[in-house]
């Protein structure tokens, strides 16, 4: 079982940046795709970038292209979200997850049924 935890969530204001962690510990880091999902209260969680076990490859939702970037690095068995142009949208609790099964890389959108375990969120903030 991995153990995941995020931090770096805070208020900003729209335009702004904030840089997302997520520690993993308890597993073989670097043979998984990690993942970052975000939720707002009464929607379902929502996902947002992923990227391959190895760092080659990453895939991002619509709403995020070319704002965010995925990273890792398997060393620190670390994986980041950079944020930037912030919009008020983009306001949720974010998670990151770690996949379900080693080397995964999806053939289609991610969903929440792919990952296998899970961090507690941070809160982002975004005002307008």
């Known amino acids: 079982q991995v153990q995941l935890a995020e931090s770096g969530g805070g208020l900003v204001p729209a335009g702004g940046s904030l840089r997302l962690s997520c520690a993993a510990s308890?597993?073989?880091?670097?043979?998984?795709?990690m993942g970052w999902f975000r939720q707002t209260p009464g929607k379902n969680r929502e996902f947002v970038a992923v990227?391959?076990?190895?760092?080659?490859?990453?895939y991002y939702a619509d709403s995020v292209k070319g704002r965010f970037t995925i990273s890792r690095d398997n060393a620190k068995e670390t994986v980041y979200l950079q944020m930037n142009s912030l919009k008020p949208e983009d306001t949720a609790v974010y998670y990151c997850?770690?996949?379900?099964?080693?080397?995964?890389?999806?053939?289609?959108?991610?969903?929440?049924?792919?990952?296998?375990?899970w961090g507690q969120g941070t809160q982002v903030t975004i005002s307008s």
């Open positions: 308890g597993r073989s880091f670097s043979s998984y795709a």
């Open positions: 997850a770690t996949s379900k099964y080693v080397a995964w890389w999806p053939a289609a959108i991610p969903g929440q049924a792919d990952f296998g375990s």
């Open positions: 990227i391959r076990w190895s760092g080659d490859s990453t």
